[in-house]
């Protein structure tokens, strides 16, 4: 009997641990804030203080957060990498492990479908089965915005409606590419339409139109349009191409293509710029890996010189505790009395170190800095960076540590200094949260900032409070104080800003925002408004 029991009970076990299975618990970032990533779900979806969660836009993975506090039906979490900018609406995917309940073998499933078919003269329903769609799988947004201010001064007056369109097609008719477009059109009703240009109140901005292949098994891949490399990010947004092949580890390409000029439709075609590529990668997955691209950049004008330089671009992830980004560019001329004369600068230098060391603690360090970088032909000059004690530079440290109760502090620093300015520059910053207070999914914010520029002191307060309800509304109250002073008229002003901001899900698709400011200050007080509606697809 004893052995009885006991081979009933080890059966058991493995059936249980057979019906052990990986689910997709899937979500969506619905506010992000300086340092913190929430996401709309939380224990009720199973998630836990500590889970990854992957972040995907347009059916593309962009980075990863990790869950630092978790309420009833939402989650904060802090960013571990991001290819692009994490935004609200973006998709958040997490895999957790779950026991399901043992079944019995039975044939596999059919989704009914209704089907006619006639047979003696009466129609049967035939029942067939419903196939996953294998291509054209199209995710994206499309929307109607609104963007207005009213000032006092009725010259600084803003009314923008406006369309947009955020649209991703894989597997274009089982051909494995990937065609994608995000767009935005406004109309000006304002009176200061034509105060940066153009002459028409209508007006058309074109972020992404482009077709590519980059299937990470294939051999080649190329993207034409308008488009950004991956592998050199340094040359921007251009109208154009890129072709690569792949052999291991490595991948050599090129692009060609013309200057973006302020996101509009027209192409230009006498600024052209163009680079020559290769790119290593290696590692078992993606929380270990080495990506490395190193690209030859040139940009012409009307067929002469504009500029020339190196770039490099690194990234490493050390498991989900250590990342580091790091990008530069070498300029290889320079401008001496009038001449151009060859040279290897460092330039443009931005450097990123992520470092998680325990669960509750999280660490951020980075370094940039800015100087001007002479264009030849367009005899234009531009924000650059270098790593010389000469010219402008900027150091970055921050930490966050999480508590119990789902709360967290947080510390940041950043020192700026320029050789021949009258001081150096630096912020110094501490924010407290909490989120889920008593288990009422009410969260609460304050933060501090003490501020010391080359020519002006300031001090910045900033206090907010959210709520979701009913897991369809979120609403979010800010207060800003800002008061500040310049140094050189000994003048003190100070601004006040209230911010109401809610967000409403009509269901799993329909959405609506909306968010507006009163701005009060010494000079003039002005009213923003910013709403929209709009559909996930």
């Known amino acids: 009997m004893r052995m009885f029991l006991i081979s009933i009970l080890a059966v058991c076990l493995v059936v249980a641990g057979d019906a052990q299975s990986i689910t997709e618990l899937r979500s969506a970032v619905s506010y992000v804030a300086a340092s913190t990533v929430y996401i709309s779900a939380g224990r009720e979806a199973g998630l836990a203080a500590g889970d990854t969660v992957r972040i995907f836009r347009n059916g593309e993975r962009i980075g990863s957060v990790l869950i630092t506090a978790v309420s009833k039906r939402s989650a904060s979490a802090s960013v571990i990498t991001q290819t692009l900018q994490i935004t609200a609406g973006d998709a958040a995917i997490i895999e957790k492990p779950v026991v399901l309940p043992a079944a019995p073998v039975v044939p596999a499933a059919v989704t009914p479908r209704q089907d006619t078919s006639v047979r003696g003269g009466v129609r049967l329903p035939v029942h067939t089965t419903e196939v996953p769609r294998t291509e054209n799988i199209v995710s994206g ?103 690569y092949l792949r052999q291991g580890l490595f991948t050599v390409g090129f692009l060609t293509g013309a200057k973006v000029q302020e996101r509009g439709l027209q192409v230009d075609g006498e600024e052209l710029k163009g680079a020559l590529f290769v790119n290593m990668r290696t590692g078992p997955d993606i929380l270990h890996q080495y990506n490395a691209t190193l690209a030859y950049g040139r940009q012409m004008v009307r067929g002469n010189l504009d500029r020339e330089f190196i770039y490099m671009q690194h990234f490493v992830m050390a498991g989900p505790e250590l990342s580091i980004y790091e990008s530069s560019e070498i300029e290889l001329n320079d401008i001496n009395g009038g001449v151009r004369e060859r040279t290897f600068k460092l330039s443009n230098t931005f450097l990123s170190v992520n470092y998680y060391p325990l669960q509750w ?72 949260r ?19 520029g080359v020519y002006s002191d300031g001090q910045n307060l900033t206090v907010d409070l959210d709520r979701t309800f009913f897991h369809t509304l979120a609403v979010s109250l800010r207060y800003d104080y800002y008061q500040f002073t310049i140094l050189s008229l000994k003048q003190t002003y100070t601004t006040h800003t209230a ?11 329909l959405y609506s925002s909306l968010a507006v400011d009163g701005i009060f200050d010494n000079t003039m007080n002005s009213l923003r408004v910013y709403a929209e509606i709009g559909i996930r697809f």
Request: proline content about 2%; hydrophobic content about 35%.
């Open 141 to 243: 947004r499309a929307g109607i915005q609104y963007i207005g201010a009213l000032a006092e001064d009725p010259k600084l007056n803003l009314s923008q409606p406006s369309v947009l369109l955020r649209l991703n097609i894989q597997n274009l008719y089982g051909s494995g590419l990937v065609l994608s477009m995000y767009g935005r059109s406004y109309y000006d009703l304002s009176d200061i339409y034509s105060r940066y240009g153009g002459s028409q109140r209508l007006k058309h901005r074109l972020f992404d139109l482009s077709l590519q292949s980059n299937d990470p098994a294939s051999a080649a891949g190329f993207g034409v349009g308008r488009l950004s490399s991956e592998f050199v990010g340094g040359m921007g947004t251009f109208d154009g191409g890129q072709f």
């Open 361 to 432: 603690l999280s660490t951020n360090v980075g370094f940039d800095g800015s100087r001007s970088v002479y264009l030849f032909e367009t005899m234009k000059s531009f924000s650059d960076t270098l790593l010389d004690k000469n010219i402008m530079q900027g150091y970055r440290a921050g930490a966050t540590v999480r508590l119990p109760y789902f709360m967290t502090l947080s510390a940041n620093l950043s020192y700026r200094t320029k050789k021949g300015d009258a001081r150096d520059a630096r912020t110094l910053s501490g924010a407290y």
């Open 434 to 452: 909490i989120a889920d207070i008593l288990g009422s999914e009410v969260g609460a914010g304050v933060r501090y900032a003490d501020i010391i």
């Open 499 to 509: 911010t109401v901001n809610s967000s409403y899900r009509f269901s799993r698709s």
